[in-house]
């Protein structure tokens, strides 16, 4: 029995298909995302779910691994070859370390979820799937006005960064003009400057917009959107340079930064241009926790993070830039 109803609605990117042997399962999948902002199609049958995404767009491919006839294992990995860009997870009451490797090398397994399941893990591993997928094909049309739709609509779920992305690249930009970079690089610095937080599109929102200090919890969970975004922008075919610009922008100076903690000239240069153009407006924004630094107190907090955080000849550069267009013309800065 398969449950098809829905495949005569137009191609959505919120559409999910389960895949599961046990209608029982089905059931309660349906039970479960009855009021879920998704487009839900669910099948007992793999090949059918393979004939299915030769005919629709699918977003999310949740499969059961034991089945009659193929296994999860086997779907995912000919699903990759008939719609690589479709976002997989794989279920199993059977969970071992070869299963996971294998899942995660052969199928390109986007998470690994064990029967019974928890539904809060399986609904936000879905949401995640979901969103995760728009990104990919919004970065994959490639045009500026994708691009920069797609970092508005990120910076929707934390109201205090609202027009950040912009700024951002702005900023990073006058430093980019100064330094005489070719156009192609600027062009990767302003659209890396508008998606350099696209990762957070997996941290939960009561996390960014929590009114006080996080618990180490919830900065470890902060602390990987770095390493989530540069993976969607590396899977969408990008350039290095926007690659490095997202997972790149948390690095310090003196090595003690996050994810990788680089140092100094090993952190590439399109990333510590857009570090210090993203320090200096998150200074000068308001933010859940603080209210915004004043334009002198922000640079004499960024004047502080020489060396440390920020790249001295870089910082030098920028603060020239910001004095030669009256910014500082009643408070000269010194070395």
Known sequence: MNDLSSLELQNKLDTVLFVDDDQHILSAIKRLFDNK??????????????????????????SDNLMPGMTGMELLVRIRELSPDTVKILMTAYADLDTVINAINAGEVFKFITKPWKNSLLINAVEEG???????????????????????????????????CNRVADYALMIAEALGLQQETRDDIKYGSWLHDCGKIGVPEHIL?????????????????????????????????????????????????????????????????????????ALTSQRSYRKAFNLYEALEIIQSMRGAELDPGLLDIFLSLMGSQGFLKDRPWMK
């Open 130 to 164: 979901v969103r995760r997928y728009s990104i990919i094909q919004s970065l994959k049309k490639g045009d500026e006005g994708h691009l920069l739709s797609l970092a508005q609509a990120i910076e929707l779920k934390d109201p205090y960064t609202r027009g950040h």
């Open 209 to 281: 917009n929590k009114p006080g200090p996080l618990d180490p919890a919830e900065m470890d969970i902060v602390k990987k959107h770095p390493a989530w975004g540069a993976e969607v922008v590396r899977f969408a075919h990008r350039s290095d340079t926007m690659v490095n610009i997202i997972y790149y922008h948390h690095e310090r100076f003196d090595g003690t930064g996050y994810p990788a903690r680089k140092k100094g000239k090993d952190i590439p240069l399109e990333a510590r241009i857009v570090t210090i153009a993203d320090i200096f407006d």
């Open 37 to 62: 902002a998704i487009t839900l199609l669910t099948t007992d049958n793999p090949h059918e779910a393979l004939n299915i995404i030769e005919r629709q767009e699918i977003a999310v491919l949740v």
